[in-house]
């Protein structure tokens, strides 16, 4: 199944990152994301003594998996009950784009992750991505979607990072099964499930002060779910990766 199968095929297409923390690090700091944060693997979410390699506050999770059927039925089936979402501005809770490029869901999935909560606040003032948070800030995902397909700066980091991975990149116009999901914790505390397939930004629960995106009720609320439904739907494969945007200790 293909990553873009909600993207025309008459649509630019990008050849797709590598799922490697190297990677998603070096496209982030690239465009402005100061080196003090950057992406870790996360080997297990049951294990104590392996999620106390990853560096703390986590920020955000991005959730690597094969596009299911279960997958897609549960997302349709949750989408069939919502609103286009409509917001932006300066008061919109957080920032959300639609992936209308081929390839690009773990490029959407980045920024995502760097575009909200307290990495936003980090981000080098002047950089290719400050430029482009502060030209999206006011418009509506659509609008935002065209700044996204027309922005150079974007494209060429991305053309650089995907030349960066550990295997040979696959071309921009091949189909990929896999896909990239954000999980954020915004600035109200709320963890926010970002994806440019859907059709907006999705609140799925409160966090306290002191829980991070990697917390029992962050993964609850996010990760679990989502193997939750997947395991429910009878789906027997359920190979998946995550990585987590955090501090960089020196």
Excluded at 42 to 58: G, H, M, N, Q, T
Aim: proline share 7%; net charge negative; aromatic share 6%.
């Amino acid at each position: 199944m293909s990553d873009h199968v909600d993207v025309p095929d008459s649509s630019k297409a990008f050849v797709p990152l590598e799922n490697n923390p190297e990677v998603m690090s070096h496209l982030v700091h690239q465009l402005g994301l100061p080196a003090s944060f950057g992406f870790t693997d996360v080997f297990s979410i049951d294990e104590p003594e392996l999620l106390a390699f990853v560096p703390r506050p986590a920020h955000a999770l991005l959730l690597v998996f094969p596009v299911s059927q279960t997958y897609e039925q549960s997302r349709v089936a949750e989408d069939s009950n919502l609103q286009e979402y409509t917001g932006s501005g300066p008061g919109e809770p957080v920032t959300w784009f639609k992936q209308t490029i081929r390839n690009a869901c773990g490029l959407i999935g980045l920024l995502h992750a760097v575009s909200n909560g307290e990495p936003r606040r980090h981000v080098t003032p002047g950089s290719d991505l400050d430029t482009l948070l502060k030209e999206a800030e006011n418009l509506a995902p659509a609008q935002r979607a065209d700044l996204l397909y027309e922005s150079k700066a974007l494209e060429s980091a991305h053309a650089d990072a995907a030349k960066l991975g550990d295997t040979a990149a696959p071309d921009a116009g091949d189909n990929v099964d896999l896909h990239f999901v954000a999980f954020v914790k915004g600035v109200d505390g709320t963890l926010w499930e970002l994806d440019g397939r859907r059709k907006g930004p999705l609140a799925r629960g409160k966090l306290s002060e002191d829980e991070d995106a990697l917390s029992e009720s962050a993964l609850k609320l996010g990760v679990r779910r989502f193997l939750k439904t997947e395991t429910e739907g009878g789906n027997p494969d359920l190979r998946f990766s995550l990585v987590s945007l955090g501090p960089v200790f020196d």
